[in-house]
């Protein structure tokens, strides 16, 4: 048998022993009853005190009305007891007793009306409250017509009789409610209220037939024992849990919550007509507790109503607000793709007046947002949707499409004057310095793409011209707008399309690395070969790289594309070094992939993955990279030096050379532009300068290597000025990697005189 069941049985046992013996010692025992009454009570009241304390929010606050309830209790018990003691008149102490009763009842309705179960509104307590009193008004009149009639009629009126109706109004009206509450009663909830109920329901009838049977003038042997009963219960449902979810208004939607009022009516209304149908006339009482009824069942339906009115009320504020959240941006508070989007299908409609559009990316917001912080970031797109909406008039429309990309519809735009004077204000309002938090004023800059639609636009067709002058726009410089035009777009979409074809090529495994073999001048063989990228297009064939070098550049893709000629040249050259020992490639270094924290790492698995020597890799970095971010590049170089890969400055003497770079970065080679070997025997000042590099790489000790060499006598000339390696079209062509492995595996002898029919143009 589970304890809780074990605990109630032996308090059972324990209640009937006691009153038992009271019975056979008579009224001598009954201040000892009353006392123990007192103790159970106090037990009662020191539980609902304790759980109050362990509890929070509205059980909380009902607790501690049930701990005022027990004490208010207490009190009545220990005026009974002491006005026994003091030989206070009977009818005075139960007119007394009575009327102190009424404190605890109140305090016990406020405490069920206050629990969770209950509704939190005060139109959800008050249809609580009606269904209680609509059951209770019901119950009364059935326990009139059942027990007090018949007394009434031979006793009369007098205080006894009003006592005892005060006393059945309220004791039923508790236990009613607490009815109420049990059919309203989630799952989690019904241990707790189901002794809630049992507690009342068995004080209720303890009192009331104990003070039925005072007034006939005969004792009632098991009053205090329900009463004990009925405290222990109270007292034990009060440390018992009492989940479940927050109760809403409309959330008692069980059959039993809406029959429980309506069947104690039911029967009274049948037991009523019953009677009139005996005795040929209602009675009275019955007739005003019916009449009580349905004014409670008129009251209770008329605030059904008005809940069901702030229901819809409800319902549509929140499909307005769902409405709103679907159309708007939760951020700003502007409008989102969904709702530019329809607006601008309406602006394109049958209307004549021919739409503009706008749209506006930040320059700026990334660093920002790295540097500052998401919420900064947040305010400063709350800020620029602020300025936005400045700018334009209210019949405009502004969005965020997402990000830092906003859109901004002008409806009936009188022509491109219009749109690029909004272009201007838009530029100069959001250019404006934004304080964000307690840090320093942040400035953002915007670049601007205008589409103006014509008679043949559509939504999407605008968009996407709108997208490439932005685009433009950001091209060009930033902090600017540009207006589209089918030159722009023509020019524009070739570009992106060049980008996408250049991504899909990398994950199509389009691209290949072709070498241009690197010769020592003084023996003209082989030494070292440099990786060059080639794009084997699916419909234009077999590219060089000024197809399409600068779009990968600008679109990012470069790192990425030396990254797969760095990889495929290590392998490689692994595979020429078995005959070759000291075989070298060069592999160049964009800048965007020079300054990349993890270069080096890259560089090292690369290595590892072809299980090449450090030595036989050279990377050649130009002087415009070095530019871009010097501290960066120097770090990345010093950390390939350190792995043993060796540097060269590649086109040296067409950046912004300086000898400072020579002097503090770990440069091994100097590749000679071929700007100067082209004219270098019949141009004074290209041999000058030649010869001045080398003489400064070998003051350095650089190796210098001397690029585009296309003639027998740039050849000789640069043996004359003692360049010791060149590379160019006379040794050989850029070409396959089976090419150079034919001309390694042929006789060694000058290059000059090796059959290059393998090579490939480049």
């Known amino acids: 048998m589970p304890g809780k069941a074990r605990w109630w049985l032996a308090a059972l046992v324990a209640v009937v022993l006691f009153e038992g013996s009271s019975a056979q010692l008579g009224s001598a025992f009954h201040p000892i009853d009353r006392g123990v009454l007192i103790g159970v009570v106090t037990w009662t009241l020191v539980r609902y005190v304790r759980s109050s304390r362990a509890s929070e929010g509205r059980l909380r606050t009902a607790r501690r009305l049930g701990a005022a309830a027990a004490a208010c209790w207490l009190v009545a018990l220990v005026w009974d007891l002491v006005a026994g003691a003091a030989g206070v008149p009977e009818t005075r102490q139960t007119v007394v007793s009575a009327l102190l009763s009424l404190v605890p009842a109140v305090f016990g309705v406020a405490a069920m009306v206050t629990l969770p179960v209950a509704p939190p509104t005060v139109l959800g307590k008050l249809r609580l409250l009606l269904d209680g009193l609509i059951a209770a008004f019901s119950l009364l009149a059935l326990v009139w017509l059942f027990v007090l009639k018949a007394w009434y009629a031979s006793h009369g009126g007098g205080a006894d009789g009003v006592t005892l109706m005060v006393l059945c109004i309220v004791l039923i009206v508790v236990a009613a409610m607490s009815l109420i509450l049990l059919a309203n009663g989630s799952t989690r909830q019904v241990t707790a209220l189901t002794g809630l109920s ?297 570009r992106l399309r060049l980008e996408e074809e250049l991504r899909a090529g990398l994950d199509a495994g389009e691209f290949e690395v072709h070498y241009q073999p690197i010769v020592e001048l003084e023996s003209e063989r082989i030494t070292a070969v440099e990786a060059l990228v080639r794009w084997r297009h699916p419909t234009r064939g077999l590219l060089g790289p000024g197809a399409f070098l600068e779009t990968a550049e600008a679109s990012g893709l470069l790192p990425a594309l030396d990254g797969f000629v760095l990889r495929a040249a290590c392998r490689q050259v692994g595979l020429w070094r078995k005959s070759r020992p000291t075989f070298v490639v060069s592999v160049n270094v964009c800048a965007a992939h020079l300054v990349d924290p993890g270069l080096a790492d890259e560089v090292a698995a690369a290595l590892a993955e072809a299980s090449l020597p450090a030595e036989a890799l050279m990377l050649e970095v130009t002087e415009t990279a070095l530019v871009a971010d010097l501290a960066m590049a120097a770090r990345s170089l010093r950390e390939l030096a350190d792995l043993g890969v060796r540097i060269a400055l590649d086109d040296f003497g067409t950046g912004y050379s300086s000898l400072t770079y020579l002097r503090t970065l770990p440069i091994h080679a100097l590749k000679i532009d071929r700007s100067f070997v082209r004219d270098l025997d019949g141009n004074a000042t290209d041999e000058a300068v030649t010869r001045a590099i080398l003489g400064l790489a070998e003051t350095l000790g650089l190796r210098p290597v001397a690029e585009g060499v296309e003639g027998v006598s740039q050849a000789d000339r640069l043996r004359d000025l003692r360049c010791g390696h060149a590379q160019g079209f006379l040794f050989a062509k850029p070409m396959p990697a089976s090419g150079v492995t034919e001309l390694l595996a042929g006789p060694d002898e000058p290059l000059l005189h090796a059959d290059r029919g393998a090579s490939v143009a480049g």
């Open 198 to 494: 049992v507690g009342l329901a068995l004080i209720a009838i303890s009192m009331l037939l104990q003070l039925a049977s005072t007034l006939r003038g005969a004792d009632w042997t098991w009053g205090n024992g329900l009463l004990q009963l009925g405290a222990l219960a109270l007292g034990a449902s009060a440390r018992l849990p009492f989940g479940g979810p927050p109760v809403r208004d409309r959330d008692s939607t069980t059959f039993a919550a809406y029959t429980m009022p309506y069947l104690p009516l039911t029967a009274m209304v049948l037991v009523a007509m019953s009677d009139q149908m005996r005795y040929g006339r209602l009675d009275a009482l019955v007739a005003w507790l019916a009449l009580s009824a349905v004014l409670a069942v008129l009251a209770r339906q008329f605030l059904s109503l008005r809940m069901t009115a702030s229901l819809n009320s409800e319902i549509d504020a929140q499909r307005a607000r769902l409405t709103h959240q679907a159309y708007h941006d939760p951020l700003t508070g502007l409008a989102n793709r969904a709702l530019f989007g329809e607006r601008l299908e309406f602006a394109l409609g049958p209307d004549p007046g021919m739409p503009a559009l706008l749209l506006v990316d930040l320059d700026g917001f990334k660093a920002v947002n790295d540097t500052r912080g998401h919420a900064a970031g947040d305010q400063l797109l709350v800020a620029v949707a602020g300025r936005l909406k400045s700018a334009v008039r209210a019949t405009d429309t502004v969005a965020r499409l997402g990000g830092d990309e906003f859109a901004v519809l002008l409806p009936g735009a009188s022509g491109e004057a219009d749109a690029v004077a909004v272009a201007r204000m838009v530029l100069e309002r959001v250019g404006e310095p934004v304080t964000l938090g307690e840090g320093s004023p942040v400035v953002v800059r915007a670049s601007v793409g205008i589409a103006l639609a014509d008679e043949t636009s559509t939504a999407e067709l605008l968009l996407r011209d709108a997208d490439l002058a932005l685009y433009e726009a950001k091209e060009t410089g930033k902090n600017q707008y540009r207006v589209a035009d089918p030159e722009l777009s023509r020019s524009t979409l070739g």
